[in-house]
Nanobody
Framework: VQLQASGGGLVQAGGSLRLACAASGFSFSTSYMSWVRQVPGKEIEWVSG????????RYADSVRGRFTISKDNAKNTLYLQMNNLKPEDTAVYYC????????RGPGTQVTVSS
């Protein structure tokens, strides 16, 4: 399994970012995929997950209504559209094939200024 997140950056509160995750080495189209995030010194926080086989999409309460997860199976790419960003969304974001994020690849830094 290889996962590489990208698209992070510095944005003002209320702004938007779109993260992407390039995936390879496994059956992307049938796999559960998630986004997790981590602030230094804190535990990994699950953000969102998608399972197209079961037809489910889930979000953490903290991001529901602001973030949208999606997949492009033709490109083996997972996305996270993040709107109305808040300073508390500042973290390193990772994609993973598990809710725990144990198999996450390199992340991308998102910094939201107030």
């Amino acid at each position: 399994v290889q996962l590489q997140a990208s698209g992070g950056g510095l944005v003002q509160a209320g702004g938007s970012l779109r993260l992407a995750c390039a995936a390879s080495g496994f059956s992307f189209s049938t796999s559960y995929m998630s986004w997790v995030r981590q602030v230094p010194g804190k535990e990994i926080e699950w953000v969102s997950g998608i399972n197209e086989v079961l037809g489910t999409i889930r979000y953490a309460d903290s991001v529901r209504g602001r973030f949208t997860i999606s997949k492009d199976n033709a490109k083996n790419t997972l996305y996270l559209q993040m709107n109305n960003l808040k300073p508390e969304d500042t973290a390193v974001y990772y994609c993973a094939t598990s809710r725990s994020g144990a198999d996450r690849g390199p992340g991308t830094q998102v910094t939201v200024s107030s």
